[in-house]
């Protein structure tokens, strides 16, 4: 099961929760109901929807219209909130979520993944290391152009291009992916590094296999 499919059947069981408690309710604001457990569950649609759409999507935008309308019970809110949780679990299911420009920039990793193992197949796990860092480190900067990460730093009036680490930091900071990818991408830059500088050496030709695999993983989780 692939992330997106995960996010849609989370959905689908909130979705799926509603409409239990919908039927428990003898009116449609679900106003008869322990206003903390009717709380609870937009509380939980709300955070459902916000972990699978992009930060600037409908979906979140509709999620923050629905909660600041006034005139709404809660029930009323998650009767809202439930109907974009369903829009999203079928985009979601169907692909829709991923730009043309994502699309694109997928494709291209991708064959530069897929070099990168048959670099690796043909006894070349040095290059296949290198190839496949590479990409990493371009997908990451291009993370950073889509969620407003300066890709610059400027000293002295001089500006350079940040290094790919540091860039890593920074994409945890501003919640992009977990802790945890960023300590995948730090392992895989060192691999990178490690055969760039000819430390041929310190890895083997496995370690090259689960690189290529994570970093096709990250990169599809993490659509740029």
Known sequence: MNIEEKLAVRLDELAQQYRSIRAS?????????PESDVHRQVTLTRAAIERSAPKESAYVKQVEDILTRKNLFDGDKLALLVGVA??????LRAGYLKTVEELIHGDLFSDFLEMATHLLDGGYKDAAAVVCGSTLESHVRQLCIKHGVSTT???SGKTSSKKADLLNSELVKANVYSLLDQK???????LRNKAAHG????????QVAIMISGVMNFITRNAA
Request: hydrophobic share 25%; net charge negative; glycine share 4%.
């Open 25 to 33: 309710s003898k009116y449609d604001d679900l106003s008869d109901l």
């Open 86 to 91: 369903e829009s999203l679990s079928i985009d």
């Open 153 to 155: 730093t400027t000293t």
């Open 184 to 190: 995948n991408v730090t392992a895989w830059l060192d």
């Open 199 to 206: 430390h041929y050496g310190e890895y083997q030709k496995e």
